[in-house]
């Protein structure tokens, strides 16, 4: 079977891209479509390799029923020829990961991923939660929940022929 990979990437690998991670994968299952998906998670930088999501952003999206067990690791050159699609969070992101990529075809694999967000607030990055308090990390699992809907439905008419039954 044909996989659609997918690699959510922040800064730190602890709030944002999990969450982002998390959110789609519950998106993607509940849709019955896990199996044609691969979905990862990373960071720009190496400060928390090998850790749990933040504490707050577990227990944010727990709540929601999306569990977080992924261990933080940090974004490679390589992750361009393993993921179809890397999905930032913040222009910083973007900036970061572009600069990595070796050509076009690799650069066009990275999007931000609030242009997806349904009901948008026209703003084009996720926010960092890691200094907001409870009420920023509320926030951002919902729009990643959003954004993963939305980002689901544009894989989906991208690659129309692997969805029909």
Known sequence: MIRIRVLFVCLGNICRSPAAE????????????????????????????????????????????IVLDHKA???????FSRFDYIIVMDDSNYRNVIALASDETEKDKVVKFRQFERESSGTPDVPDPYFGGLEGFENVQDIVLRSSEGLLDWIQKKHAGLFQS
């Open 22 to 65: 998390g959110a789609f994968k519950h998106i993607v299952n509940s849709s019955k479509l896990g199996e044609m998906f691969e979905i990862d998670s990373a960071g720009t930088g190496d400060y928390h390799i090998g850790e749990l999501p933040h504490e707050i952003t577990r227990g944010v999206a727990r709540k929601r029923g």
């Open 73 to 79: 690791r940090q974004f490679r050159s390589s992750d």
